[in-house]
């Protein structure tokens, strides 16, 4: 059994609150925690996402649309489909981002 906790987990390499809490060839977990106004940019990556929200309130928007997010909300994203997250909420924005290689 591995275990790993939050605040020592290793952090992603942008400016956004974000830790890697499992990794494998096929799977990674990064845990989100987005402050009152941040955003991760629109971008793309060439693996299927699904969002799983912690805690919080948001946007995710892609070029053909933008949802709302909230609390237990999942999301499905398709490799390559470009997408924004913003925290639209007073409190933090907790999620989730699975990563399906």
């Known amino acids: 059994m591995r275990t790993k906790l939050l605040e020592t987990a290793e952090k992603v390499g942008f400016n956004i609150d974000g830790r890697k809490m499992y990794s494998s060839p096929k799977t990674e977990i990064i845990h989100l925690d987005l402050k009152f106004g941040e955003v991760i940019e629109m971008h793309s990556n060439p693996f299927d996402v699904v969002f799983y929200i912690l805690e919080g309130a948001g946007i995710i928007e892609t070029p053909d649309e933008q949802i709302t997010v909230e609390q237990d909300m999942c999301i499905e994203i398709s490799a390559a489909e470009p997408r924004l997250i913003r925290n ?9 981002a699975v990563k399906i290689f």
């Open 88 to 96: 639209i909420g007073a409190d933090s924005l907790r999620v989730l």
